[in-house]
């Protein structure tokens, strides 16, 4: 079992940036400024003797959506967790995102992990721990809550809300310090189609308002193509694809454009004779 502080650390509510961090083979540097540009060459990561990630080249501008899509298995968790500097590479460079020294970063899993004996306020200013007194967490705390619909519930406890509103708190807890580099990883898994969807809304709505860099891992290909500027398909352990997506905002399902990105990046993802099989079984 993880200890609390540990599961606080991963969710997110300490800055990564104050934890120790093994020594590897890859360099570490920090790159400056309100968002966070992230670049990548080379990358690798093993995990006893086997290789998860091989040579990983990207390039993520500062401010951009990126969806990464995939098989289980694939290295998309293991290529967020690298990011935010919770796993060290075995080889290869990473610039920006949350490693030692580099951008303020916030991690969103698919459990909301809020804390029970917590209010929903008081989950969301845990986000700010350390920071100023406790009046303007709070404050910045309710702040928070509003911009995801939920300031009405400020004083409820994690227990009577639904699970999108168990996340829409966890999203509120990990933008109230307006990070410049946020991590979801399947974030949305949990929930119904609706809610799903409105979410997906909300998540857009507060990353156009702040314009931190955003790195989503999802195993719903329209949901790569609503949200994201860019989809990256990893298959074992290589970028297959790297594909943009121009569609304009807000995006409508069901389009011509949007069909087609779906298309190609399934196409991609199981290739011809894996979709025929499929449709066969249908």
Same mark, same amino acid.
């Given at each position: 079992?993880?200890?609390?502080?540990?599961?606080?650390?991963?969710?997110? /509510? &300490?800055?990564? =940036?104050? $934890? +120790?961090? %093994?020594?590897?083979?890859?360099? #570490?540097?920090?790159?400056?400024? *309100?968002?966070?540009?992230?670049?990548?060459?080379?990358?690798?990561?093993?995990?006893?003797?086997?290789?998860?990630?091989?040579?990983?080249?990207?390039?993520?501008?500062?401010?951009?959506?990126?969806?990464?899509?995939?098989?289980?298995?694939?290295?998309?968790?293991?290529?967020?967790?690298?990011?935010?500097?919770?796993?060290?590479?075995?080889?290869?460079?990473?610039?920006?995102?949350?490693?030692?020294?580099?951008?303020?970063?916030?991690?969103?899993?698919?459990?909301?992990?809020?804390?029970?004996?917590?209010?929903?306020?008081?989950?969301?200013?845990?986000?700010?721990?350390?920071?100023?007194?406790?009046?303007?967490?709070?404050?910045?705390?309710?702040?928070? /809550? &509003?911009?995801? =619909?939920? $300031? +009405?519930? %400020?004083?409820?406890?994690?227990? #009577?809300?639904?699970?999108?509103? *168990?996340?829409?708190?966890?999203?509120?807890?990990?933008?109230?310090?307006?990070?410049?580099?946020?991590?979801?990883?399947?974030?949305?898994?949990?929930?119904?189609?609706?809610?799903?969807?409105?979410?997906?809304?909300?998540?857009?709505?507060?990353?156009?308002?702040?314009?931190?860099?955003?790195?989503?891992?999802?195993?719903?290909?329209?949901?790569?193509?609503?949200?994201?500027?860019?989809?990256?398909?990893?298959?074992?352990?290589?970028?297959?694809?790297?594909?943009?997506?121009?569609?304009?905002?807000?995006?409508?399902?069901?389009?011509?454009?949007?069909?087609?990105?779906?298309?190609?990046?399934?196409?991609?993802?199981?290739?011809?004779?894996?979709?025929?099989?499929?449709?066969?079984?249908?």
């Amino acid at each position: 079992m993880m200890s609390t502080e540990r599961l606080l650390h991963l969710e997110g /509510l &300490t800055r990564f =940036g104050d $934890a +120790d961090h %093994a020594q590897s083979h890859a360099k #570490v540097e920090k790159r400056p400024g *309100r968002n966070t540009s992230i670049s990548i060459r080379g990358l690798a990561k093993s995990f006893d003797g086997k290789t998860v990630l091989k040579g990983i080249d990207l390039e993520i501008p500062a401010g951009q959506f990126i969806a990464i899509v995939g098989k289980s298995g694939c290295g998309k968790s293991t290529l967020l967790r690298l990011l935010l500097g919770l796993e060290t590479p075995t080889s290869g460079t990473i610039i920006g995102a949350g490693l030692r020294g580099g951008a303020h970063a916030r991690f969103i899993f698919q459990e909301p992990r809020l804390l029970p004996w917590a209010t929903v306020e008081g989950n969301v200013a845990v986000g700010l721990s350390g920071l100023g007194s406790r009046r303007e967490r709070l404050r910045a705390a309710r702040q928070a /809550l &509003t911009a995801v =619909g939920l $300031a +009405d519930r %400020a004083g409820e406890w994690p227990y #009577v809300l639904s699970g999108g509103q *168990r996340q829409r708190v966890s999203l509120a807890r990990a933008l109230v310090s307006h990070p410049q580099f946020l991590a979801l990883d399947e974030p949305l898994g949990a929930l119904d189609a609706l809610t799903r969807m409105t979410m997906q809304a909300l998540i857009e709505r507060v990353w156009r308002d702040q314009g931190f860099t955003a790195a989503f891992v999802t195993h719903d290909v329209g949901e790569a193509v609503a949200l994201a500027d860019r989809v990256v398909l990893l298959d074992e352990g290589r970028v297959a694809l790297d594909l943009p997506v121009a569609l304009p905002r807000p995006r409508r399902r069901g389009t011509p454009g949007f069909a087609a990105l779906e298309k190609k990046i399934l196409d991609s993802l199981f290739g011809e004779s894996d979709l025929a099989e499929l449709s066969s079984v249908a």
